[in-house]
T-cell receptor
Framework: AQSVTQLDSHVSVSEGTPVLLRCNYS??????LFWYVQHPNKGLQLLLK??????LVKGINGFEAEFKKSETSFHLTKPSAHMSDAAEYFC???????????FGSGTRLSIRP | KAGVTQTPRYLIKTRGQQVTLSCSPI?????VSWYQQTPGQGLQFLFE???????NKGNFPGRFSGRQFSNSRSEMNVSTLELGDSALYLC????????????FGSGTRLTVV
């Protein structure tokens, strides 16, 4: 069975400092992994996806994530936080179906001025 | 390219009533999925339609139903509304399925009173 765990429900960083949002997954086969972002009162936007090509995946707005099979992790990082990055972030793993994916519980990112 | 359009954006209904939500996917996308988002349960998968056929279904009661039309537009219906159905309902579309990444709409905020 597939599952995904976001290790922090809330992360707070200062503007201009690095961001790290942690995600561990469990999958019985080679998964597809995604990060989505949700700004207040908005739908979700795809940040980046891993689909068994390069293990370091670059996404939009300066975000990137590294797939580490040995650690079953897919952490999201950004070198320098911006106020506009404040949002909820969801790590997602594909289930054993083309149409079903599993969302993590979300990490709320706050940015301090 | 127009995004995923959900109507209405906000809805207030009374317990026992029924409601229909609408979703227009990105042109050319044949896969449409529906999710329920609540603070307590997070994002939960309702169902997915692909070329007018329900391809996958989540663990929701039969009061929740959906359909997809030949132009890929989708509707979701909830009958005999309960207070617990209050949520943000998100529609997502993809050209092939969830494993390839979704584009989400802004959602319909349903409040049941």
């Amino acid at each position: 069975a597939q599952s995904v765990t976001q290790l922090d429900s809330h992360v707070s960083v200062s503007e201009g400092t690095p961001v790290l949002l942690r995600c561990n997954y469990s999958s019985s086969y080679s998964p597809s992994l995604f990060w989505y972002v949700q700004h207040p009162n908005k739908g979700l936007q795809l940040l980046l996806k891993y689909t068994s090509a390069a293990t370091l995946v670059k996404g939009i707005n300066g975000f990137e994530a590294e797939f580490k099979k040995s650690e079953t992790s897919f952490h999201l990082t950004k070198p320098s936080a911006h106020m506009s990055d404040a949002a909820e972030y969801f790590c997602v793993v594909s289930a054993n179906s083309a149409s079903k994916i599993i969302f993590g519980s979300g990490t709320r990112l706050s940015i301090r001025p | 390219k127009a995004g995923v359009t959900q109507t209405p954006r906000y809805l207030i209904k009374t317990r026992g009533q029924q409601v229909t939500l609408s979703c227009s996917p990105i042109s050319g996308h044949r896969s449409v999925s529906w999710y329920q988002q609540t603070p307590g349960q997070g994002l939960q998968f309702l169902f997915e339609y692909f070329s007018e056929t329900q391809r996958n279904k989540g663990n929701f009661p039969g009061r929740f139903s959906g359909r997809q039309f030949s132009n890929s537009r989708s509707e979701m219906n909830v009958s005999t509304l309960e207070l617990g159905d209050s949520a943000l309902y998100l529609c997502a579309s993809s050209d092939r399925g969830a494993n390839y990444g979704y584009t989400f709409g802004s959602g319909t905020r349903l409040t049941v009173v």
